[in-house]
């Protein structure tokens, strides 16, 4: 009977285990590091100005969209990535617009503004 016990709940701690273990590899694969490209600012500006510049003005002061002049102080290049590909709010979504590269650049670019 002890015996009986003993091997249900080693099996249960297995499955709770192997769930952990699969819930923490799978959050990990949703959310990836930025690629370990470097910055080049000239491109970031090209962008900007074709993409963003309506929105978010001349020198990054706002117009439409908020103020970005210290945006790396509020959010970390990963977090710019994400706001740039997906959008929100007014803020319109790039990832279809722009090469994921691009976004990249412009998220470590903008994470430079503190
Ligand atoms: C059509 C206008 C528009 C364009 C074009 C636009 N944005 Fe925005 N953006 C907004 C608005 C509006 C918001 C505020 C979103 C909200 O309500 O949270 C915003 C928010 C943001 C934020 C978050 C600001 C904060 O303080 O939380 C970032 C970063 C940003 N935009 C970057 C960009 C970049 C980079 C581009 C060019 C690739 C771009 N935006 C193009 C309108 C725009």
Not at 91 to 98: I, N, V
């Given at each position: 009977m002890y015996k009986w016990t003993m091997s249900v709940l080693i099996g249960i701690a297995c499955v709770v285990g192997i769930t952990v273990l699969f819930m923490t590899t799978k959050q990990e694969a949703s959310a990836p590091a930025l690629p370990d490209t470097p910055l080049n600012s000239q491109a970031a500006e090209a962008i900007y100005k074709q993409s963003c510049i309506a929105c978010h003005g001349n020198d990054l002061e706002g117009k439409i969209g908020p103020n970005l002049q210290k945006i790396g102080g509020k959010y970390s290049d990963k977090q710019l990535y994400g706001i740039v590909q997906n959008g929100r709010g007014g803020?319109?979504?790039?990832?279809?617009?722009?090469k994921d590269e691009e976004i990249v650049n412009l998220a470590k670019w903008l994470a430079e503004k503190q």
């Open positions: 803020m319109p979504a790039f990832k279809s617009t722009l």
